[in-house]
């Protein structure tokens, strides 16, 4: 039997096997007692495209009045509103699903989907994300890698920066800063979808220290010191990689990385597809680089001796170890400074410009990118001219090589006998305008007399 009225507890204990009742106060909700006398709660209404909606919401054991009614009047709202429970049923359980994945999607799960599509579009040199990999796993993923991205606040992401700074690392907290806020950009930008990210905690994170650039060069006292250092070290994979950073002024990566294969026979130069800032660069060396370039294999001029790949590891104690010999071999009470191999880079810049290179050229040869309205309408290579100055600057190597006697030590490659070498060198000098200004006498004395630190 089915009928209307307001539904109470004595009602529904009042009801047959069979019995429906319908409650007057909430349109739509209903109670019917099964066969064997068990009630439940039922909705059963018309929607407005004439189609009859009806669901189960439990038993009256389980569910008391007040939540089934509460029940009933969700779906009330959505039918009034000319909607379909199920749809916004199916709906809300998209949204949940959805709300349940983002919980789950963690820091340390994010951070290999940002690193995934770096790869993938392969714009980053490798080095770079070398460097990104090691900071997020050495100072990020162990503090809140495990922790649900929506859940990460702008405090969590200051922590991580100033504990980088108060352990005395002022310049590799200013390194992750860049790379946390690039990486929750990616997070609400590109990686939206995969992430759930809507909000960005990393927007106000800001550098603790002023960064301070590198002014670490060589005089020509330490410069004469670091070429009798590389004919004195009984590496000879040391030798040839520093002599090669020293002579090409390129970064160690691009070094390290070089393959035989990126020597351009037409072009005479060493050819590299992408350097730090994603330019190509041609390097014309000369003939002790270009000697120093054929010394690998026919895949890496530097190959691993234990598998297919570049030599990369160790570098720090083979350039430790050539400071240790420059300063075995300083005048007493001279200290040499530490430096780096990037700091060679630094040397050839500041020398070139000592030995009148122009500074517009000097600095495609180390891959500087020009800036402004010049990178724009500037397209010329300035190959033969880069060729000039990385001549220029092999003579002066050799010039220096030769009087301190180890030239032979250093197998630099000539046409002629290293006994005519200087005449020949210093012949070019005489020569003009094509390496220096002013008379090859006073040349000489001056750079054999000079030891003040290069501006």
């Known amino acids: 039997m089915n009928t209307t009225g307001t539904i109470t507890p004595a009602a529904i204990g009042r009801l047959n096997p069979g019995d429906t009742l319908r409650d007057r106060e909430c349109p ?7 066969e064997n006398g068990r009630c439940s709660w039922r909705y ?3 929607k407005r495209d004439g189609q009859i909606f009806k669901t189960t919401f439990g038993s009256t054991a389980t569910f008391t009045l007040l939540e089934a009614r ?4 969700g779906f009330n709202a959505i039918i009034e509103r000319g909607g379909d429970p199920k749809k916004v049923a199916a709906q809300d359980a998209a949204t949940a699903a959805e709300q349940r ?3 789950a999607m963690t820091v340390r799960t994010a951070w290999g989907l940002y690193i995934s599509a770096l790869e993938r579009e392969n714009n980053h040199a490798p080095k770079t994300l070398q460097m990104k990999r090691c900071r997020f796993n050495k100072d990020v993923l162990p503090v809140i890698g495990d922790k649900p991205l ?3 606040e702008h405090d969590d992401l200051w922590q991580i920066v100033e504990a980088k700074k108060d352990a005395g690392f002022a310049s590799a907290s200013n390194h992750l800063v860049p790379d946390i806020k690039v990486f929750f950009k990616w997070c609400i930008t590109y990686g939206r979808t995969a992430t759930g990210l809507r909000r960005n905690p990393a927007v106000d994170l800001i550098k603790l220290s002023r960064d301070r650039s590198r002014r670490r060069t060589f005089n020509l006292m330490e410069l004469r010191l670091f070429v009798r250092a590389l004919a004195a070290t009984d590496d000879a994979f040391a030798r040839r990689l520093f002599s090669l ?20 026979a037409e ?16 390097v014309p060396l000369s003939s002790w680089g270009r000697a120093l370039f054929d010394g690998g294999n026919a895949a890496w001029v530097f190959p691993s001796a234990r598998g297919k790949g570049p030599r990369l590891g160790h570098i720090v104690a083979h350039y430790r170890e050539l400071r240790a010999r420059m300063q075995a071999m300083a005048p007493e009470g001279y200290e040499v400074e530490h430096w780096t191999p990037h700091d060679l880079r630094r040397v050839i810049r500041t020398h070139m410009a000592r030995l009148r290179v122009k500074r517009e050229i000097a600095e495609r040869v180390i891959a500087h990118k020009p800036e402004g309205v010049e990178a724009i309408y500037d397209r010329y290579e300035y190959l033969d001219e880069k060729r000039e100055a990385l001549a220029r600057w092999e003579d002066e190597l050799l010039r220096i090589a030769l009087e301190e006697g180890v030239a032979a ?13 200087e005449e020949q060198v210093w012949g070019r000098v005489r020569h003009g305008e094509r390496l220096r200004s002013g008379s090859a006498s006073a040349w000489r004395r001056s750079t054999r007399s000079a030891t003040g630190q290069c501006d």
């Open 28 to 34: 739509g909700l209903l109670v019917h007692a099964n």
């Open 44 to 46: 059963l209404r018309k």
């Open 70 to 73: 509460e029940w009933a009047r």
């Open 101 to 103: 994945e983002c919980l």
């Open 150 to 152: 929506r859940a990460v």
């Open 245 to 264: 950073l020293l002579l090409s002024g390129q970064r160690i990566g691009n070094v390290l990385r070089a393959k035989p294969i990126q020597w351009s």
């Open 267 to 282: 072009l005479d130069a060493w050819e590299i597809e992408r350097t730090k800032n994603d330019e190509p660069n041609v």
């Open 409 to 421: 030590k250093l197998k630099i490659t000539r046409k002629t006998d290293f006994a005519d070498e």
